[in-house]
């Protein structure tokens, strides 16, 4: 049997094809795995806070086995708030002595490991690195749906600002924040303060 001719118009048409249908496997393959996907912009966010709170993004720190990453660290005179991300889709399901916590998402269950410890252990890190101040731990999920009682810190992206701005006590003079933000500033990418870096005066 004679073998069937294709045209190069054609052959380009199946290429076009099964690249497209690799594309939209991958992009579905990302946004079910736990942590996956890019989700809302937390940086922007928390930029808007307001006057008095300078943001530190990606916040490298040393430890004994190297260096641990934060993803965001806000200094402000009311505490330093230490944001652990997460942006799994779905229901999350756990308790903090949980060493995981389920993720149910298109109707298959996934792990995921309990960012509550990860937040502490990256919080003592930083404490060692910085100095003895008032820590605040922040677990951020932007996309997923808690299920259950969670720690008063552990948060979702509307309830974000509630959280923070409901530390008002002033824990830390100029000088001491003055400090901390000169340390952040080399650990991280830049200090983005509030509303285009206007920041008011700690003390």
């Not at 993803?71 to 402000?76: G, K, L, Q």
């Amino acid at each position: 049997m004679k073998a069937m001719d294709l045209s190069p118009n054609i052959l380009l048409g199946i290429k076009i094809m099964l690249g497209l249908g690799a594309a939209v496997a991958l992009f579905w393959f990302l946004r079910a795995r736990p942590g996956g996907g890019a989700g809302p912009d937390v940086e922007k966010r928390l930029q808007a806070l307001g006057d008095g709170y300078c943001l530190f993004s990606d916040v490298l720190v040393p430890t004994r086995y190297g260096m641990s990453r934060i993803d965001h660290v806000i200094a402000s005179r009311f505490g330093i708030f230490v944001v652990t991300v997460k942006s799994v889709e779905g229901r999350v399901a756990g308790r903090e002595g949980d060493s995981e916590w389920q993720v149910k998402s298109g109707g298959r269950w996934d792990t995921l490991p309990n960012p509550q410890w990860e937040n502490r252990k990256l919080m003592n890190h930083l404490e060692t690195h910085l100095g003895d101040y008032l820590y605040i731990p922040v677990v951020l999920f932007t996309r997923a749906r808690l299920k259950g009682r969670y720690a008063d810190n552990v948060v979702s992206a509307r309830r974000l600002f509630q959280f923070i701005k409901g530390h008002s006590r002033v824990v830390l003079d100029g000088d001491a924040l003055s400090a901390v933000k000169e340390k952040l500033a080399r650990a991280s990418r830049g200090a983005k303060g509030a509303e285009g870096g206007n920041e008011t005066p700690a003390g």
